[in-house]
């Protein structure tokens, strides 16, 4: 890294020279970061459960959304309403 930054996965910070992966616009990820196969949940961010999940044999992790949720919250009486707040405070366009 040319410039220190913060990686999106973990939220740790990356150091001048360490080996990090930047996309223009996205962010930064440390190597090891990028290779994390587990989602985190949309609502409480916690991880997804994607070891356990009963679409993980038809799931493509690094290609599908970002926006999974964990059993524990999909479980909840509002789960729906939930999941929406938390996907409307992360992609601010949707509330246009």
Do not use: R
């Not at 360490?18 to 996309?23: P, T, V």
């Not at 961010?45 to 992790?61: L, S, T």
């Amino acid at each position: 890294m040319k410039f220190s930054g913060t990686c999106l996965v973990c939220k740790e910070k990356i150091k001048v020279n360490e080996i990090g992966l930047w996309a223009k616009g996205l962010g930064v990820k440390h190597e090891k970061c990028a290779e994390i196969n587990e989602l985190q949940c949309a609502v409480c961010g916690a991880p997804a459960g994607c070891p356990k999940c009963e679409f993980q044999e038809n799931c493509d992790i690094p290609n599908v959304s970002q926006l999974c949720i964990c059993k524990k919250c999909s479980e909840k009486k509002d789960a729906f309403s939930s999941y929406q707040k938390s996907v409307k405070k992360k992609f601010l366009i949707i509330n246009s």
